[in-house]
C-alpha cells in the first residue's frame, strides 16, 4: 500500500525557523516521508522534559519567564526516538516518545554537554516499525529497548560511529529504507485510510462522517488507534487540525482569523482562539513571537511555509 499522507499534509514546531549550531534538521530520502518527518539534532547541556497542563497550569503563565535555552515542544502529530550521546559519542540512553496532546516546556537542568539525535515519525507510522503495539500511551517518554529491540541491539549502537549529525542522519536513512521493504505486512489499509480521509479533512470534519466511509465499525477502528497510536480518532484529528492551522498562521502572520474560522469549522473566533492555546499554550500573539523571534535561515523544511 503507497502511503502519500505526507504530500498533503506536514508539521511544524514552535520554532521551525530556529535553526542553528545548537539545533538542526534534515528531511530523509523521499520514499521515507511519508513514515518519518525528519531526523533532528540537538546539541546542548543536559535537560529533562517538564510537562504542563493545559488548564490548570498553562504554559503562556511562564511565557515571559523564558530563558534563551528553553523551549516549547507542542503536540505535533509525531513520535520520537531519542538518542542521548556524551562527549565522547557514547551511547547513554535510547527513548520513545509517543503522541503529544498538550504542550511541554524543555528546560536545562545541569551544564553537562550531551548531543541529542532525534528521528521523528508521524504518529500513524511509528507503530509499523515498533515490535510493541502502543496500547493507549501517550505524552510519555519511554525505554525505547521494548519498543524497538532489533534497534537498541544493532542501528542505535551503530550510531556510535557516526561523529557528525549529517553522517547519523545518512545512516539512519539507509538503515530505515532498508526496513520499509518489510513494512507492507505491517501496515494496516483502515488505519490508513481513515487518517487519510482526516488529514483531507485538515481535521475539520466530523468523526462520525468518517466512519461512515471506512467499512469498519467504531469500535474496531478505536481499537485500532488505541493499539497502533495511543489516542483517539478525534483526538488525533484535533491535532491535525491544529497543525494546519498553525501552519497557515506561519505563512501570513497577519490573516483574518475570522477566515480561519470558517476554513477550519470553529463556531467562532472564541472557540478557535481556545483551541489553539489548548494545544500551544499560549494565545495566538504569544506564539508567533515565539515562533519568530529566533528566525534564522530557510531550509527544506520549511516548504509547507513558502
Not at 24 to 42: G, H, M, S, T
Not at 186 to 198: E, G, H, K, R
Not at 230 to 251: E, M, V
Request: net charge neutral; hydrophobic share 40%; glycine share 2%.
Amino acid at each position: 500500500m503507497k502511503i502519500t499522507q505526507n504530500d498533503i499534509f506536514n508539521t511544524q514546531t514552535a520554532q521551525p525557523f530556529s535553526l542553528d549550531s545548537s539545533y538542526c534538521e534534515v528531511l530523509p530520502d523521499k520514499e521515507l516521508r511519508p513514515y518519518i518527518r525528519c531526523f533532528w539534532q540537538q546539541v546542548s547541556c543536559n535537560s529533562f522534559m517538564k510537562k504542563f497542563g493545559t488548564h490548570e497550569e498553562n504554559i503562556h503563565t511562564d511565557f515571559h519567564f523564558f530563558s534563551a535555552k528553553q523551549k516549547i515542544i507542542i503536540p505535533d502529530a509525531c513520535m520520537d526516538i531519542i538518542l542521548k550521546f556524551d562527549s565522547f559519542n557514547n551511547l547513554e540512553s535510547a527513548h520513545f516518545c509517543t503522541i503529544d496532546k498538550t504542550p511541554h516546556i524543555f528546560i536545562p537542568e545541569a551544564d553537562k554537554q550531551e548531543t541529542v539525535f532525534g528521528i521523528r515519525f508521524f504518529a500513524w507510522t511509528a507503530g509499523f516499525f515498533a515490535a510493541e503495539k502502543i496500547n493507549g500511551i501517550s505524552g510519555k517518554t519511554l525505554d525505547a529497548e521494548p519498543f524497538f529491540p532489533v534497534e537498541t541491539k544493532n542501528f542505535f549502537k551503530e550510531l556510535e560511529k557516526a561523529t557528525t549529525f549529517h553522517q547519523k542522519a545518512d545512516f539512519a536513512n539507509r538503515y530505515f529504507l532498508e526496513k520499509i521493504s518489510l513494512l507492507s505486512f505491517c501496515i494496516n489499509p483502515n488505519l490508513m485510510n481513515f487518517v487519510t480521509d482526516m488529514i483531507k479533512a485538515r481535521g475539520s470534519q466530523k468523526i462520525q462522517d468518517i466512519f461512515q466511509t471506512v467499512q469498519k465499525s467504531e469500535r474496531q477502528i478505536q481499537r485500532i488507534f488505541k493499539e497502533q497510536i495511543g489516542i483517539s480518532p478525534k483526538s488525533l484529528s484535533s491535532i491535525i487540525r491544529y497543525q494546519n492551522l498553525w501552519c497557515d498562521l506561519l505563512k501570513n502572520p497577519s490573516i483574518n482569523i475570522q477566515d480561519l474560522v470558517f476554513k477550519y469549522d470553529f463556531f467562532d473566533q472564541s472557540h478557535l482562539t481556545e483551541n489553539f492555546r489548548h494545544h500551544h499554550g499560549m494565545n495566538i500573539r504569544q506564539a508567533l513571537d515565539y515562533a519568530f523571534k529566533k528566525r534564522t535561515i530557510h531550509t527544506e523544511l520549511d516548504f509547507p511555509l513558502q
